[in-house]
């Protein structure tokens, strides 16, 4: 079973450093997910992955069970095996997806009714199904069936949202047997505070190992994530590891760590670095730019990733005029590298007693608005 054990936190701030013991390994935390929705990070392999830095990476249920199937999975030896990735694990449950398709489906308190996206094919998925699903693939940290808004949402909403969530995670957890499988439960709620303290209080009570953030970072106002996020971790458990959803901007990141959260996904890393943007201390870098077109000077000095240790802006922005795949793969590299050593440099602050400052430098250097 996965074990959690806080080593710091800092003196001045919610920020912590831990470390999260898993059946295929250990993850220091503060730790950044790159995302593998299909059970792949795009266009990488699982050894450059590894080498960027990534300690535990991210599958999506609602993705894998439309194609190629659990059972397909399950027959190949659970998803480690299958894609290729020996270390930690962590599988969504797919709920975001299935309540972003608002076209295709139908709610009830018994679960999701849709139709998926692939073939047209009526699927209904309950806390027990989704449950079941996510034993077949074997991820080491899984979620249950929840219910994400969008930003706005309305009171009666965000209510109905929160108890179905609270009712789903218990019910998941009810159908859950794999022993060597961590089921976390989702803190939603909307934007209210009162409700998103409830909803804190209310899984809490509960006792899962771990607990997630979901629904913030969904186009509402950045003042307001980081004013729900603090309302919701100075309510979780403080021996348990908390993992805010979707979230992998840097500045958002360091803001969350500041707020005592120990782990994110997101798809942006990878995303922006296949359409030419590479992450920096200075913001963004949009390598199609024509201020890039003789620069012969890497991304960033001093980063140790492929494309920064072989190949100039020049280069790299030669490669996305040409639509050659190599581009995308190396910016790609680099920003699950950038991201990598983010989250290293917080956790040797945090250990050393500096994150205030260090986060300080650091944010009022990162100049580029997302």
């Known amino acids: 079973m996965m074990r959690f054990t806080l080593l710091h936190a800092d003196r001045r701030t919610g920020a912590r450093a831990g470390r999260l013991d898993t059946p295929h390994g250990s993850v220091e935390t503060p730790a950044f997910m790159p995302v593998g929705t299909h059970g792949t990070v795009r266009a990488l392999t699982p050894e450059e992955v590894r080498d960027a830095g990534a300690q535990i990476v991210l599958a999506n249920t609602f993705h ?19 894609m290729h990735w020996h270390g930690p694990i962590l599988t969504d449950s797919g709920g975001f997806q299935v309540f972003s398709l608002p ?96 909803a804190a209080d209310e899984m809490a009570a509960l006792e899962f190992p771990g607990y997630a953030v979901g629904g913030l970072s969904v186009g509402e106002p950045r003042t307001l994530t980081h004013e729900l996020l603090q309302a ?10 908390r993992y805010l959803m979707g979230v992998g901007v840097p500045p958002t990141v360091i803001e969350a760590v500041r707020r005592g959260v120990d782990m994110f996904d997101c798809v942006l890393p990878t995303r922006v670095g296949r359409n030419g943007v590479a992450l920096t201390p200075d913001g963004r870098l949009t390598l ?12 960033e000095d001093g980063c140790p990733c492929p494309a920064c240790l072989g190949y100039s802006r020049a280069y790299l922005r030669h490669l996305f005029k040409a639509g050659e795949m190599l581009g995308p793969r190396l910016v790609s590299l680099h920003n699950l590298t950038f991201m990598a050593r983010l989250v290293r440099a917080m956790r040797d602050a945090i250990l050393e007693d500096r994150f205030d400052g260090w986060s300080g430098e650091v944010l009022a250097r990162y100049r580029t608005a997302w």
């Open 64 to 82: 894998l069970m439309l194609r190629p199937g659990a059972e397909l999975i399950g027959r190949a030896g659970g998803l480690h095996r299958f």
């Open 103 to 198: 076209r295709l489906r139908r709610v009830t308190d018994d679960g999701v009714v849709f139709r998926s996206p692939i073939e047209g094919s009526e699927i209904h998925l309950t806390p027990e199904r989704v449950t079941r699903i996510e034993e077949v693939l074997g991820a080491d940290i899984i979620m249950p069936l929840d219910v994400c808004l969008g930003y706005p949402a309305d009171g009666a909403a965000a209510e109905e949202a929160h108890r179905r969530t609270v009712a789903w995670a218990q019910r998941g957890r009810a159908a859950h047997t794999h022993a060597g499988q961590s089921l976390f439960a989702i803190v939603q709620g909307g934007f209210d505070h009162r409700l998103r303290e409830r």
């Open 288 to 299: 199609r730019n024509a201020a890039h077109a003789s620069d012969l000077a890497p991304l």
């Open 232 to 241: 919701v971790t100075a309510r979780l458990p403080h021996d348990k590891p």
